[in-house]
């Protein structure tokens, strides 16, 4: 079975950096798509990056020029560069996947920004 872990979280001060790691067990890597989703405490789960199986990615407008996702297909995972980090990318961050009609999700990585 697909299995999403995501790692990397923290907390981080305004203006840092920080990269979250995705691997990815059983079948399925890789996927058609793949990529992140956050979600504050009491907020919508919202998306953030997507990366399809040819490479082409696409990114929401709050956090283009400042993330960049990446894959490396021989480990198996997916990464999320974060840089230039302000306090409103406070979020547990989910990675996601889809393969056909599946679609899979991580446990998510708690990511905290100060100030």
């Known amino acids: 079975q697909v299995q999403l872990v995501e790692s990397g979280g923290g907390l981080v001060q305004a203006g840092g950096s920080l990269r979250l790691s995705c691997v990815a067990s059983?079948?399925?890597?890789?996927?058609?798509?793949m990529g992140w989703y956050r979600q504050a405490p009491g907020n919508q789960r919202e998306w953030v990056t997507t990366i399809t199986s040819s490479g082409s990615t696409d990114y929401a407008d709050s956090v283009k020029g400042r993330f960049a996702i990446s894959r490396d297909n021989a480990k198996n995972t997916v990464y999320l560069q974060m840089n230039s980090l302000k306090p409103e990318d406070t979020a547990v961050y989910y990675c996601?996947?889809?393969?056909?009609?599946?679609?899979?999700w991580g446990q998510g990585t708690q990511v905290i920004v100060s100030s």
């Open positions: 059983g079948r399925g890597f890789p996927f058609n798509f």
């Open positions: 996601h996947a889809a393969l056909g009609p599946a679609r899979f």
